[in-house]
């Protein structure tokens, strides 16, 4: 029990771990850590056995070199005693010397005497000239041309010999002005090699240009002096041509500023130097002008890719830079500006043409953007309102082209926009140009045209609905009513208002009368270029309207020749034909569609409906198989089909009103429409003043059947489909039969200032509320 007991108190005793075992195991890492210390002690002891080995090197050869110093200036010390003894040496001689000419002097002083009073002067003379040589000789010896200056200058104005060249005929004197030249252009190659120094200053070259002028060598002076400042500038351009590439947009305001500093330091100091004369005036231009030629050399040579913005943004900073350093070099009398503009056209003309080129296949479609292009997110919510369900490809190309032209033009400075605007603002006009025909493409039975069809690929989608083909002509007229407009007369304001009062005398571009003139000529020919889309889609949408019809409601002729017509001034209940019921029908249908699509763009939206009314009546007044048919002899015709016709333009012309839309010119056609009508059935024996009624019933009978056709009456013959076209805004409308407007003439062009889907009876008989 006892046993059993203990076994309970310790029942893992067999997990105990014996002694043996943990000395075992601390001895073996304690071995290791040991052994891993050894190993450490001996490389620090080996490490510290080569340090001391190269230590006693080095001092070994530290205390070589120390005895060979002091050697050294042992030499040098007997050298100096030896230089000491040479000098004693050479002292004692000149004693000597000195010595013996002093007891020959004395011994032939009066040997001397009797010599000179026998002799002629000249010798003295010529011992004189012998002394001023070689002195200019050791002067000239020793470079020292200042001194060497002084002499010459003052020897030539004091000597007889130099003065009177032209009289003096004596061997001698013509000798000594052949030597005294000889030194004189000696000093002139000196005074030229020391302007000709790679680093020489401005004080020691102009003191070497006065001493030429001295020397009666102006022109070579002035010559020298561009020369320096012309091989100072192509180093410093030289120089900087690294940097080209590192920075291709900062590098022409750069190399301008450089440029242009020198050409305005070598012109003052050509004044302050050689005064105003004015051949070295007209000097310094024409060494200026040469200068410039290469730097617009260097310009065009290290410019970017010119298809670039980066190019396009490089030369607007050049010519603005140019012309702003210019302006400075005029008040120094140098007039720069025109040459810099000759010589810089060319090139801004190229990068002009390939930054279009590249708009134009962006825009097209031809490549992708560019990596530095970022699309402007504020062209979007004005585009982005016309996004049909064609995933937005339309609003995309807008939005595209609008991107393409801002890149544009932010590369432009104030300079490059006085002096090219106009340029500019052409190019911008065939780009659009070309946009807008790319949108012709897009609508249906476009022309085949050999212009347009490099634009085929433009536009992957068709734009098949009436919703589509107005968001087409939504986005281009945005554009060219609203922000391409906008963009270029911002920016024109902005640059114009950075131009600095002293760049030239147009300060403000836009309110200069020929950038004014270029600017509305540009909207204009912007105008131009929309119209040319609008009318394409109205004609075919007219032909379609026209050709897709078969039956009574076929507008032809024979809807006029019916001979059992009854007389329209005696029907209870007269309307215009069936084509032309379905064309008020149609147009209801197209102005609620472009109410939706062209929301909030009324203006377009009166303008595009009245040219759809016009395109009908031009259609139809120049459809000459439709004129053909009246008149042909053998073709009767009664009054009823002249009533009707003239009853049809007055509704033509009466939509137009009611709608809010009226056109002068529709007027216009409608007018010669029913003068040509009127002679036609005059021909064949029909009198107007007896089958036509007066004007005003004609009127009167358009408005009516206006109502009418609102109304939905009854009385039409048209299909149901047409019904249901005319019933479209059927809803039903109180009329004024109190008219007040007796005095309007017949084809009134009197314009509505509310749109057809929102016109109202009250509108159609009170037009006198409206706007011309």
Not at 513 to 520: L, N, V, Y
Request: aromatic share 8%.
């Amino acid at each position: 029990m006892e046993s059993s007991e203990e076994e309970e108190d310790f029942p893992s005793l067999e997990s105990i771990t014996p002694q043996s075992k943990v000395d075992s195991l601390y001895q073996s890492h304690t071995e290791k850590g040991i052994r891993k210390l050894c190993c450490e002690l001996l490389d620090l002891k080996e490490a510290v056995e080569n340090l001391c080995g190269n230590m006693r090197t080095k001092y070994l050869a530290f205390l070589r070199i120390s005895e060979e110093a002091v050697e050294m200036e042992h030499e040098l010390v007997e050298l100096r005693k030896h230089i000491s003894s040479q000098g004693l040496l050479v002292q004692d001689l000149m004693t000597g010397v000195f010595r013996e000419l002093e007891g020959w002097n004395q011994s032939n002083t009066d040997e001397i005497l009797e010599f000179h009073e026998l002799q002629d002067p000249l010798p003295i003379e010529e011992d004189d000239h012998k002394i001023f040589l070689d002195k200019i000789d050791v002067l000239l010896a020793e470079h020292k041309v200042e001194e060497a200056l002084e002499v010459l200058d003052a020897e030539e104005r004091n000597s007889p010999d130099l003065k009177n060249s032209a009289d003096s005929s004596s061997t001698q004197g013509s000798i000594y002005r052949s030597d005294f030249l000889k030194r004189k252009a000696v000093l002139e190659d000196q005074l030229v090699e020391i302007t000709k120094q790679p680093f020489i200053s401005f004080v020691e070259l102009q003191k070497a240009l006065t001493g030429l002028m001295k020397l009666g060598k102006g022109p070579l002076a002035h010559q020298l002096l561009l020369k320096f400042y012309g091989s100072r500038l192509q180093k410093s351009i030289e120089a900087l041509f690294p940097s080209c590439s590192v920075c291709p947009k900062t590098y022409p305001a750069t190399l301008s500023k450089l440029v242009f500093t020198i050409i305005s330091s070598a012109t003052l100091k050509s004044g302050l130097i050689f005064g105003d004369n004015p051949v070295y005036t007209n000097r310094v231009v024409q060494w200026a002008e040469w200068e410039i030629e290469y730097f617009v050399r260097s310009v065009k040579d290290n410019a970017p890719s010119s298809e670039t913005a980066s190019a396009l943004a490089a030369a607007s900073i050049c010519v603005q830079a140019s012309l702003s350093y210019s302006s400075v070099l005029e008040k120094q009398g140098l007039k720069l500006s025109k040459l810099i503009l000759v010589l810089l056209r060319p090139f801004i003309d190229e990068v002009l043409e390939l930054n279009f080129r590249r708009a134009r296949k962006f825009v097209l479609d031809l490549v992708v953007a560019d990596e530095c292009m970022s699309f402007s997110p504020r062209f979007a919510p004005p585009l982005s309102a016309f996004t049909t369900s064609s995933e937005g490809v339309l609003v995309d190309s807008g939005i595209r082209f609008m991107c393409i032209v801002e890149d544009i033009l932010e590369q432009l400075t104030p300079m490059i926009i006085l002096h090219f605007g106009g340029n500019i603002l052409s190019r911008i006009g065939t780009l659009f140009d070309k946009y807008m025909d790319a949108l012709i493409k897009a609508l249906p039975e476009s022309s085949d045209d050999d212009t347009l069809t490099e634009l085929k690929e433009f536009v992957p989608f068709r734009a098949e609905t009436d919703s589509e083909q107005l968001a087409i002509l939504g986005v281009a007229f945005t554009i060219v009513d609203e922000l391409l407009p906008n963009a270029v007369m911002i920016l024109w304001k902005l640059q114009s208002e950075n131009v600095e009062p002293k760049s030239g005398p147009a300060e403000n571009v836009l309110s200069s009368p020929s950038t004014s003139t270029e600017f509305k000529e540009w909207k204009r020919h912007l105008q131009h270029s929309f119209d040319k889309l609008r009318d394409h889609f109205c004609r075919q949408y007219v032909l379609s309207f026209i050709y897709s019809r078969e039956g009574k409601t076929r507008l032809d002729a024979q809807i006029y020749l019916s001979e059992n017509g009854d007389d329209l001034h005696w029907d209870s209940d007269p309307l215009p034909s069936l084509p032309f019921q379905a064309l008020f029908a149609k147009l209801q249908q197209l102005a609620t569609v472009a109410g939706d699509v062209l929301l909030g763009k009324e203006k377009i939206q009166k303008i595009l409906l009245a040219r759809l009314t016009e395109t009908v009546l031009m259609w139809l007044s120049d459809e000459q198989e439709f004129w053909s048919v009246f008149e042909n002899d053998t073709c009767p015709l009664q009054p009823f089909g002249l009533q009707q016709l003239i009853l049809d333009m007055h509704f033509t012309v009466e939509i137009a009103r009611f709608a809010g839309y009226p056109s002068r010119h529709v007027h216009q056609i409608a007018s010669a429409i029913i003068a040509r009508a009127i002679r036609a059935f005059s021909a064949k024996g029909i009198e107007p003043q007896i089958a036509l009624p007066e004007d005003e019933w004609f009127v009167e009978t358009a408005k009516s059947s206006i109502n009418k056709l609102l109304l939905g009456t009854e009385g039409s013959d048209m299909s149901e489909a047409d019904q249901d076209h005319i019933n479209l805004h059927g809803h039903i409308m109180e009329s004024d039969d109190d008219e007040d407007d007796d005095s309007d003439s017949s084809l009134s062009s009197l314009e509505s200032t509310e749109s057809f889907a929102s016109a109202s009876m009250g509108e159609l008989d009170s037009p006198r509320n409206s706007d011309d």
